[in-house]
């Protein structure tokens, strides 16, 4: 059964950075296209980025461009998400997913069959 586990959440203040990981278990990994959504209480949960299983291709929100960047070790099983220069409203939960179908609709949560438990994170003023 393969899982998500994610880690690296905590709390920062404006202007720093963190590095959230995301591991999965299972041998086909590299065959998986893997997102990064987050919600915030009270509010749905947004698309933040995705990665493609075959070219790599990214994609981010408008209001991440340029501030976090997604990568993946295949190798290790592990999508990461590096977010640089946080700003308060960057506060929330982050979940990773996983998408095993190929979908086309990367920046929609329904587009992927598998979520990790999330990771809170929370960026002081």
């Known amino acids: 059964q393969v899982q998500l586990v994610e880690s690296g959440g905590g709390l920062v203040q404006a202007g720093g950075s963190l590095r959230l990981s995301c591991a999965a278990s299972?041998?086909?990994?590299?065959?998986?296209?893997m997102g990064w959504f987050r919600q915030a209480p009270g509010k749905e949960r947004d698309f933040v980025t995705f990665?493609?299983?075959?070219?790599?291709?990214?994609d981010y929100a408008d209001s991440v461009k340029g501030r976090f960047t997604i990568s993946r070790d295949n190798a290790k099983n592990t999508v990461y998400l590096q977010m640089n220069s946080l700003k308060p409203e960057d506060t929330a939960v982050y979940y990773c997913?996983?998408?095993?179908?190929?979908?086309?609709?990367?920046?929609?949560?329904?587009?992927?069959?598998?979520w990790g438990q999330g990771t809170q994170v929370t960026v002081s003023s």
């Open positions: 997913a996983a998408d095993r179908y190929y979908s086309a609709e990367l920046q929609k949560p329904e587009s992927y069959d598998l």
């Open positions: 990665i493609s299983w075959s070219s790599g291709a990214t």
């Open positions: 299972g041998r086909t990994f590299s065959s998986y296209s």
